[in-house]
């Protein structure tokens, strides 16, 4: 479904600050694949979802969408058949517009847009219906502002509008890392949820070893730009952090310290 | 003082087109957008020019609405395809456009006295089916002797601009409208939801601007001139309209935001004219007044605010010394 090869992209190039952010990575993603990525910051995880998105364009390498080359197609193009969720709840929906307008947007992604009314009854219903899965009462609050919602809400939100039209990949950067735990275990649990009822490819970026390990049947572990780790189904079930940690310090054994910090 | 009143409601309206031009950029799409004093002109010399060469009063507003939208496009590709800052774009245009404007007057200045304009013949159609009669009587009913020269281009003015404006609504709400709408409020996430950011920021503008030349030419064929320097400080009248109609009328839905931008650019235009009536100021002055009035705006709203809240504060200060002193007496009591 999900194919990378050799993808490199070097930031400021020459220069003292030049940084190799993905260096010759190579990912290989089936139908319905749900890989977690971890890493520490400045590993390039968030870059990897910026290319497949398209919101960042690889020097070389190639990106591959269902057995089409997506490399040079640009963002907005792309986001027809990708689904994505970001790290800030603000960054997600539009605050001045309604819940249902926002929904309207969403669901517009894979059509063309037309001068036809984006909300109308039949809209509503489905709608509604879509909301009331996710269980916050929101399904009663359709011409309420987003900026009213509070931040769990919002995410909530974002990832219903990013699943529901059924994208070939959903990505989730860090999406539950602004939230408290109790809401971050929430949305969570939507994820799970939406990502199954909808069997969508699904790569999701996260600072927490946990929920890399409960969520997903796929996981690699980036640093400096490289996969350092690549777990597949098989193996995945059986991992701890403890072997996580293990496995990251036989690897790279001279950062485990400050990056402990960051994982653990 | 009534037919001032009459006349800046008359002339209210037809800005009220440009001030919905300036809402389009300013406030949906966030764009500060200054190529409105420039295509205000573009509308304006287009249709006075096509008049004078003898078109037909309509083709030439169609034509000049056309003229202001293309100029609204530049800016918009200026801006995405240049990657030029939106102030920037604006100013560009605008200053770009005199010269254009220039151009398709031939002079700085054409007079339309004796052509047939829009409200020429409007007036003419209207006082043939004797229309102004009931609403003179009307005045003269409620004591007010003096009587307008017609009602034809108050009632006309009102039409133009409900329509366009419920055409605004309308379109605010279809999916592209939508697209436009979160274009200006959150970028990143309509172009994750597969809209070109780009495109809509270009349609936009030019919507915006035809808005704006719309009224210029409406301004032209109602004043009898074109003038190349008649868009100066436009743009800051039509932010004058949003910002007051806004703050007196409200902004909870797309229509009541439309509507406090007519309503606001009505009031613009009777404050000014009320301004006018002071003995020292004259119409050398008008510049300054909009300046004034707008800061008033922007200020305003901000000291009310403050002022209501240290009211707020003080109220709530008090009654937590009241509840802090029964609470004390009852202590006091139960000691005794």
Same mark, same amino acid.
């Given at each position: 479904?999900?194919?990378?090869?050799?993808?490199?992209?070097?930031?400021?190039?020459?220069?003292?600050?030049?940084?190799?952010?993905?260096?010759?990575? %190579?990912?290989?993603?089936?139908?319905? +694949?749900?890989?977690?990525?971890?890493?520490?910051?400045?590993?390039?995880?968030?870059?990897?979802?910026?290319?497949?998105?398209?919101?960042?364009?690889?020097?070389?390498? %190639?990106?591959?969408? +269902?057995?089409?080359?997506?490399?040079?197609?640009?963002?907005?193009?792309?986001?027809?058949?990708?689904?994505?969720?970001?790290? +800030?709840?603000?960054?997600?929906?539009?605050?001045?517009?309604?819940?249902?307008?926002?929904?309207?947007?969403?669901?517009?992604?894979?059509?063309?847009?037309?001068?036809?009314?984006?909300?109308?009854?039949?809209?509503? $219903?489905?709608?509604? @219906?879509?909301?009331?899965?996710?269980?916050?009462?929101?399904?009663?609050?359709?011409?309420?502002?987003?900026?009213?919602?509070?931040?769990?809400?919002?995410?909530?939100?974002?990832?219903?509008?990013?699943?529901?039209?059924?994208?070939?990949?959903?990505? =989730?950067?860090?999406?539950?890392?602004?939230?408290?735990?109790?809401?971050?275990?929430?949305?969570? @649990?939507?994820?799970?949820?939406?990502?199954?009822?909808?069997?969508?490819?699904?790569?999701?970026?996260?600072?927490?070893? $946990?929920?890399? =390990?409960?969520?997903?049947?796929?996981?690699?572990?980036? +640093?400096?730009? $490289?996969?350092?780790?690549?777990?597949?189904?098989?193996?995945?079930?059986?991992?701890?952090?403890?072997?996580? =940690?293990?496995?990251? $310090?036989?690897?790279?054994? @001279?950062?485990?310290?400050?990056?402990?910090?960051?994982?653990? | 003082m009534f037919l001032s009143f009459f006349g800046a409601i008359e002339s209210g309206l037809i800005y009220a087109?440009?001030?919905?031009?300036?809402?389009?950029? /300013?406030?949906?799409?966030?764009?500060?957008?200054?190529?409105?004093?420039?295509?205000?002109?573009?509308?304006?010399?287009?249709?006075?020019?096509?008049?004078?060469?003898?078109?037909?009063?309509?083709?030439?507003?169609?034509?000049?609405?056309?003229?202001?939208?293309?100029?609204?496009?530049?800016?918009? *590709?200026?801006?995405?395809?240049?990657?030029?800052?939106? *102030?920037?774009?604006?100013? *560009?245009?605008?200053?770009?456009?005199?010269?254009?404007?220039?151009?398709?007057?031939?002079?700085?200045?054409?007079?339309?006295?004796?052509?047939?304009?829009?409200f020429t013949s409007i007036t003419s159609f209207w006082e043939n089916l004797g229309l102004s009669t009931p609403f003179n009587q009307m005045l003269s009913f409620i004591g007010i002797q003096a009587n307008p020269r017609t009602w034809a281009i108050l009632f006309f003015a009102l039409i133009i601009t409900l329509i366009?404006?419920?055409?605004?609504?309308? /379109?605010?709400?279809?999916?592209?409208?939508?697209?436009?709408?979160?274009?200006?409020?959150?970028?990143?996430?309509?172009?994750?939801?597969?809209?070109?950011?780009?495109?809509?920021?270009?349609?936009?503008?030019?919507?915006?601007?035809?808005?704006?030349?719309?009224?210029?030419?409406?301004?032209?064929?109602h004043?009898?001139?074109?003038?190349?320097?008649?868009?100066?400080?436009?743009?800051?009248?039509?932010?004058?309209?949003?910002?007051?109609?806004?703050?007196l009328f409200?902004?909870?839905?797309?229509?009541?935001?439309?509507l406090?931008?007519v309503g606001?650019a009505i009031v613009y235009r009777i404050v000014v004219s009320l301004a006018l009536r002071?003995?020292? *100021?004259?119409?050398?002055?008008?510049?300054?007044?909009?300046?004034?009035?707008?800061?008033?705006?922007?200020?305003?709203?901000?000291?009310?605010?403050?002022?209501?809240?240290?009211?707020?504060?003080?109220?709530?200060?008090?009654?937590?010394?009241?509840?802090?002193?029964?609470?004390?007496?009852?202590?006091?009591?139960?000691?005794?």
């Amino acid at each position: 479904m999900l194919q990378l090869n050799r993808v490199s992209l070097t930031f400021n190039e020459g220069t003292l600050d030049e940084k190799k952010a993905l260096q010759h990575v %190579n990912l290989n993603l089936k139908r319905g +694949d749900f890989l977690t990525i971890i890493g520490s910051n400045g590993a390039g995880k968030s870059t990897l979802m910026n290319v497949v998105s398209g919101s960042l364009l690889p020097d070389t390498g %190639n990106v591959i969408i +269902d057995d089409k080359s997506v490399t040079h197609l640009q963002e907005f193009r792309r986001s027809r058949f990708i689904g994505r969720v970001f790290q +800030d709840p603000m960054a997600g929906t539009a605050p001045s517009m309604t819940i249902e307008e926002n929904l309207a947007m969403a669901w517009s992604r894979n059509k063309n847009r037309t001068l036809k009314p984006g909300v109308n009854k039949k809209r509503k $219903q489905l709608f509604k @219906e879509h909301l009331s899965t996710l269980n916050l009462g929101l399904e009663d609050r359709l011409t309420a502002k987003v900026g009213l919602l509070s931040g769990g809400e919002r995410q909530a939100l974002s990832l219903l509008m990013a699943t529901f039209t059924e994208p070939k990949i959903l990505l =989730l950067d860090e999406h539950t890392a602004a939230l408290d735990p109790s809401r971050a275990e929430l949305i969570t @649990e939507i994820t799970a949820n939406v990502v199954e009822k909808f069997g969508l490819t699904t790569l999701m970026v996260t600072h927490n070893m $946990q929920q890399a =390990l409960d969520l997903g049947n796929r996981l690699i572990m980036m +640093d400096k730009g $490289q996969i350092i780790l690549d777990v597949d189904e098989k193996e995945k079930p059986t991992l701890t952090v403890e072997k996580l =940690l293990d496995e990251f $310090q036989r690897i790279r054994g @001279e950062q485990l310290m400050s990056d402990k910090t960051v994982l653990g | 003082m009534f037919l001032s009143f009459f006349g800046a409601i008359e002339s209210g309206l037809i800005y009220a087109l440009m001030a919905l031009g300036v809402f389009l950029s /300013f406030r949906v799409l966030n764009f500060p957008d200054l190529t409105v004093d420039g295509s205000f002109v573009t509308g304006a010399a287009v249709a006075a020019v096509m008049i004078v060469n003898g078109s037909s009063p309509l083709m030439a507003t169609v034509v000049a609405i056309v003229a202001g939208f293309v100029a609204g496009c530049f800016t918009g *590709l200026l801006h995405t395809k240049g990657k030029i800052n939106p *102030l920037l774009s604006g100013i *560009l245009m605008m200053i770009a456009l005199y010269s254009i404007n220039l151009r398709i007057m031939g002079r700085s200045n054409i007079p339309l006295l004796n052509e047939s304009t829009l409200f020429t013949s409007i007036t003419s159609f209207w006082e043939n089916l004797g229309l102004s009669t009931p609403f003179n009587q009307m005045l003269s009913f409620i004591g007010i002797q003096a009587n307008p020269r017609t009602w034809a281009i108050l009632f006309f003015a009102l039409i133009i601009t409900l329509i366009v404006k419920f055409l605004t609504d309308y /379109f605010l709400k279809t999916e592209v409208g939508l697209a436009l709408r979160a274009t200006g409020d959150n970028q990143k996430m309509i172009r994750s939801f597969s809209a070109n950011t780009d495109i809509l920021i270009i349609l936009g503008l030019g919507i915006s601007n035809a808005f704006v030349a719309f009224s210029g030419a409406l301004i032209a064929q109602h004043g009898g001139f074109a003038d190349a320097g008649m868009g100066i400080g436009m743009i800051i009248i039509g932010l004058a309209s949003v910002i007051i109609g806004e703050a007196l009328f409200g902004t909870k839905t797309i229509a009541r935001t439309t509507l406090a931008v007519v309503g606001g650019a009505i009031v613009y235009r009777i404050v000014v004219s009320l301004a006018l009536r002071v003995d020292f *100021l004259d119409t050398s002055d008008m510049k300054l007044i909009t300046s004034v009035i707008v800061i008033a705006a922007l200020i305003a709203p901000k000291v009310i605010e403050s002022n209501r809240e240290r009211r707020r504060r003080k109220r709530k200060r008090i009654e937590l010394e009241q509840v802090l002193a029964s609470e004390e007496g009852e202590k006091k009591n139960v000691a005794t």
